[in-house]
């Protein structure tokens, strides 16, 4: 039975509110109908937004028409544009081309998951997602802002749920689309639950149909809504933690289970009017749902969840209002439709009213009670009836002109109505200071609600109320733990109250023993030994006994004598046992022999060997050559023959003497380019053979002439012809040739002149010559270079 219960807040009268008034002490009593600061159900679900990577080819080409390729409904005669007409365009025709291509691309993705067997992509964290936008250059921003409308204006894709996807790619581009409830993920699941909402569609279109006006049809959808339905206030108090099973955010949780929250309320009603024909749009606030619908040219407010009264009791205080109504009407009103800032511009005004409600006045003086009547609307007509009928249909109805006196005793309940235009109709007031009775229907058990009816005693209005099943009052049965050769039971438990088994035991089969290896003892050759057995680790049960080895003796080895050395002690032969390492036979040390020294000398130091072991030690030091020099090493050829002069130090820094101490000899020419190498060869008290080496490199050359040229130049040199076989030249941009050098080889000693271009134009460029002889060494071929020529500069021309 439905019943919703609100937290109130501090009342507050306002406009198109019943209320009694008494004289004297200007005290008031509010009906049911007053509007104030009550806390009303709120409950939409702000978005949750996550970021996915996602390969490349992850996304939907949206360009190939491949819809209708995949098998339709298996409804006979659903396809997408039996579904488009439950959407609106409302926002979609405000915006600019391209968020206009995102949002059909969206809606393309959005109508294969609803008239298809495709399943959503299942994303890194195992839930499911639609497939991604291709090449959309859409920014972020507005990406964001065209999901947002488009999820609020096309309530038939009923499986999206409140997470929005950042799905970004390689080449940084992203793609914003939205998650989808995981019971719908799998596309064979989806078509059957698309059958069940369509049927529950179809089921109200038939009724709606029935009305004659589009006045009649909206109301028939606002109350066919508030009757299957009631507010989850259990979802939002656990702060929407069972929202995958719950669905508030989607026309699914009323078309198809009997609980929702605002976003529900507002979507279905966007979604039946909108199919039926009527303009309606969903709008939301930073934490609220409702619509804006347009009915002869005139846009409207209407709030399903806060007519939601409970009990099935439709009420229309939010039914068909201007926006300065629910500014007004109280402060808690404002804050709550107050729209979310990326609906502005967008959003239609509704600035007309069907009609206000009035209000009920009632004075008490000697004369008896008098009634006043009035209505902000003062348009509007204020219809009455005193036999609790309805005064928008009652035949009973009267036309309130002016006050009269009240006979509460013989007419205890007054209902009044305001109409306009004799068409738009206000919601009804009733002036009855209510005086309920509780009384128990049904008591609640273990497992069964019971009931509790509310009636007032003065009109007999009556409301019912849900006792909460008690639940059962468990008492566990203990486990009994099975044993080896014993079966036990399971834990198990029963209502202490109704005796009813909650969790039923069962036998635990004897878990049989759990055999142990008792492992071997090996028989020692002194100590007994004990074959291998076996007990159960559970019970201790000997499995199988273990039975005594007896000792084995020892087995003798030899242990061979050990020959003495120059510094190690040898051994006897002796022996011991093979098993257990006992020591039969003692082995006696025999000592050592001592080396058999011959001295030598090697490399400044005075050694000796063992003539047994081969040992080697140093035992002394002796004078050695320490240094060779040349007193030149590079010779300019001049025609004439060259030769260094030597100097060689031993050890102790003492110069040594050539014929006395070393000989030299002196390699042949010694004239041309090349690359000589001198012998030095140790006598007397000195030993080795040294070899030095030291050029003569051929004769320099100086530039000439450089000239500049268009983006080139060209460099000129002296010709040096006798012992050269070429030149180097080398140019850069840097004085100091450190970098961006380039060199240039010219292999004819009778060419004198090169002609350097493509280079930058009016650039200074740095030159230099030098001349090179290749000569062979050790048989290959080498290149000697002589110093360079003094640095040239030129700059080139433009």
């Known amino acids: 039975m439905k019943r919703t219960k609100f937290k109130t807040g501090i009342l507050a009268v306002v406009f198109c509110s019943l209320t009694f008034l008494f004289s004297g002490d200007g005290n008031s009593i509010y009906a049911d109908e007053i509007l104030t600061d009550t806390e009303l159900p709120v409950g939409r679900f702000s978005f949750e937004e996550k970021t996915e990577e996602a390969d490349d080819e992850d996304y939907e080409s949206v360009e190939e028409d491949d819809v209708a390729e995949q098998s339709l409904l298996r409804m006979t005669g659903i396809s997408a544009d039996d579904w488009e007409k439950y959407g609106s365009d409302y926002f979609y025709e405000q915006l600019s081309d391209e968020e206009k291509k995102y949002w ?18 299942t994303t890194n964290t195992g839930t499911y997602r639609m497939k991604a936008i291709s090449g959309s250059t859409l920014e972020k921003e507005k990406q964001k802002k065209v999901l947002r409308m488009f999820r609020y204006s096309k309530p038939q894709y009923y499986f999206l749920n409140a997470t929005i996807y950042t799905i970004t790619y390689s080449d940084k581009k992203v793609s914003m689309i939205f998650g ?40 028939t959808i606002h109350d066919l809504i508030i009757q299957k339905v009631e507010y989850n206030h259990d979802l939002v108090n656990s702060d929407f933690a069972t929202e995958n099973t719950e669905y508030s955010q989607s026309v699914y949780s009323v078309l198809c289970t009997n609980k929702t929250v605002c976003a529900g309320y507002a979507q279905t009603f966007e979604m039946m009017c909108n199919g039926t024909g009527i303009d309606t749009v969903a709008v939301t606030s930073f934490d609220h749902e409702w619509n804006k619908i347009k009915l002869e040219n005139s846009w409207y407010n209407v709030d399903c969840t806060w007519d939601d009264n409970g009990s099935d009791n439709v009420g229309y205080t939010y039914f068909l209002r201007n926006d300065d109504y629910y500014d007004t009407s109280s402060s808690y009103s404002k804050k709550h439709h107050a729209e979310e800032s990326y609906w502005e511009g967008y959003l239609p005004a509704t600035e007309m009213d069907s009609v206000g409600s009035p209000w009920i006045s009632m004075n008490e003086n000697a004369s008896g009670s008098k009634i006043g009547m009035s209505c902000y609307n003062k348009e509007a007509e204020i219809y009455y009836t005193t036999d609790k009928s309805n005064p928008v249909t009652s035949g009973t109805r009267m036309l309130y002109q002016s006050d009269f006196l009240w006979n509460s005793s013989e007419y205890p309940v007054i209902k009044a109505a305001a109409m306009e235009d004799g068409k738009h109709n206000s919601a009804v007031v009733t002036k009855c200071l209510h005086n309920y009775n509780a009384s128990i229907l049904a008591d609640a058990a273990c497992e069964k609600a019971g009931t509790r009816e509310y009636t007032c005693t003065i009109c007999g209005n009556s409301y019912m109320e ?18 080896c050769e014993t079966a036990g039971i399971t834990e198990g438990s029963h209502c202490r109250v109704c005796g009813k088994v909650l969790v039923e035991q069962t036998v635990i089969p004897a878990t049989g023993h759990t ?22 680790s559970v019970c201790g049960k000997v499995l199988t006994e273990q039975t005594v080895i007896p000792a ?32 039969l036979t003692a082995q006696n040390v025999i000592p050592a022999t001592g080396h058999q020294w011959n001295e030598y000398k090697e490399s400044g130091k005075i050694k000796r060997k063992c003539s047994v072991c081969g040992k080697t030690e140093t035992v002394g030091t002796y004078l ?10 590079t010779y300019a050829y ?14 102790a820094g003492k110069k040594l003497k050539e014929g006395t101490d070393y000989k030299v000899k002196k390699p042949s020419g010694r004239k041309n380019a090349g690359i000589y190498t001198v012998t030095i060869e140790m006598k007397g008290d000195y030993t080795g053979k040294y070899q030095k080496t030291f050029r003569i490199i051929p004769k320099g050359t100086a530039i000439s002439s450089v000239k500049a040229k268009k983006k080139a130049f060209s460099v000129s040199w002296k010709k040096q012809a006798k012992q050269t076989s070429g030149y180097q030249i080398q140019y850069a941009v840097d004085a100091k040739f450190k970098k961006s050098v380039v060199a240039k080889n010219v292999n004819n ?28 060494v050790n048989g290959k071929s080498k290149k000697i270079y002589s110093g360079w020529s003094k640095v040239k500069a030129v700059t080139t021309k433009k």
């Open 466 to 483: 849900e006792i909460p099943a008690t639940g059962h009052t468990v008492e566990i049965d203990p486990e009994v733990a099975a044993a």
């Open 552 to 583: 084995a003796g020892h087995v003798p080895v030899t242990d061979a004598a050990v020959e003495t050395a120059c510094e190690t002690t040898g051994l006897t032969e002796g022996n011991h046992c093979s098993v257990c390492g006992k020591v």
């Open 180 to 219: 989808i409830y995981p019971a719908f993920g799998k596309g064979a699941d989806r078509m059957e639950e698309t059958e069940k909402v369509k049927a529950q569609v179809d089921t109200w279109q038939k009724q709606i149909d029935e009305c004659s006006t589009e006045d009649e049809k909206v109301q």
């Open 104 to 121: 059909d691309d969206l809606d393309a993705i959005c109508a294969k998951y609803l008239t298809t067997e495709t399943d959503a992509v």
């Open 638 to 651: 001049d025609g004439k023959a060259h030769m260094p002069t030597i100097k060689v130090t031993n050890t």
């Open 749 to 776: 000693t009778k060419k004198v002149k090169l002609d350097v271009s493509k280079l930058k134009a009016k650039k200074k460029y740095y030159i230099r010559v030098r001349t090179y002889k290749t000569v062979k």
């Open 515 to 536: 055999p142990v290896t008792d492992d071997a003892v090996a028989a020692a050759c002194e100590t007994t030994g004990l074959t291998e057995g076996s007990h159960c």
């Open 624 to 633: 050695d050559v320490k240094k060779i020099q040349l007193s030149k090493t």
